[in-house]
């Protein structure tokens, strides 16, 4: 469970980042030692860690720097999302404005939920191949998290059935299905990824994405763009 603690003064200059000397914000912020949760940029699903949060905004802890996007959003693991422009960016960190005043208590709460916590799953383009029963079939993902994946496949797998699946991008990944509705079915890994694993796996093929829909980037922007991901 993280911890929280109400920031002022020096204290919250160094935890957003905000250089000595500037304006800081009048309402509280309040400090996260790590909250999971995932930032949308048109549409693409990048992994970041809360760091602190006020009523007006935040700041991210980054795996990569974020792509060009017209449209950004943060969403946490209990599904709630809110709408956010970006106001700066390092590489490791960003600072971000709701657009709409939030109500504090409930995004520290994250809803409340008495149940296990979730693990953050990201919607991701990348094709696989599946090895069952002696057949080797092509596989599409989902989504997929720390933990294991959704993925679509033409061949009919058995519950609780052990597959081998090679993507090019990520070392083999042996994992059992735990639920099926074909042609979608719900694999379990048997070794779970470690969230900046499965970060810097993810970043790469969202951003290339990106780059594709915006274009290439210009050199002559922030550092940020300039050293982006390359694709994979």
């Known amino acids: 469970m993280a911890q929280e603690q109400e920031l002022s003064g020096q204290s919250r200059q ?3 980042g905000a250089p000595p000397g500037s304006e800081l914000r009048s309402e ?3 400090a996260l030692l790590i909250r999971t949760a995932k ?3 048109d549409g693409r699903e990048f992994l970041c860690i809360i760091r602190d949060v006020s ?3 935040l700041k991210i802890r980054l795996f990569s720097p974020l792509p060009p996007s017209r449209e950004l959003s943060i969403e946490q693991v209990n599904g709630d999302r809110y709408p956010v422009d970006l106001v700066w960016q390092t590489e490791d960190y960003a600072g971000l404005r709701f657009r709409d005043e939030i109500a504090v208590e409930r995004l520290l709460d994250e809803g409340g939920s008495t149940l296990p916590r979730k693990q953050v799953r990201l919607r991701i383009a990348l094709d696989g191949v599946l090895h069952s029963g002696g057949e080797a079939v ?3 993902f989902k989504d997929i998290s720390q933990q ?3 993925v679509e496949s033409e061949k009919w797998l058995l ?3 052990l597959v081998r699946i090679e993507t090019g991008v990520t070392p083999p990944l042996y994992a059992k299905v735990r639920w099926r509705s074909h042609p979608r079915y719900g694999l379990i890994f048997e070794h779970t990824f470690k969230l900046d694993e499965l970060a810097r796996i993810s970043a790469p093929l969202q951003f290339a994405e990106a780059l594709q829909e915006h ?3 210009q050199r002559s922007g922030s550092s940020g763009e300039a050293s982006g991901p390359r694709p994979v």
């Open 14 to 16: 160094e935890q957003i």
């Open 28 to 30: 509280p912020r309040f």
């Open 39 to 41: 930032i949308i940029a």
């Open 55 to 57: 009523g007006s905004g």
């Open 138 to 140: 092509r596989i599409a």
């Open 148 to 150: 294991g994946a959704c």
């Open 159 to 161: 519950m609780n059935e």
């Open 215 to 217: 274009g290439p980037t």
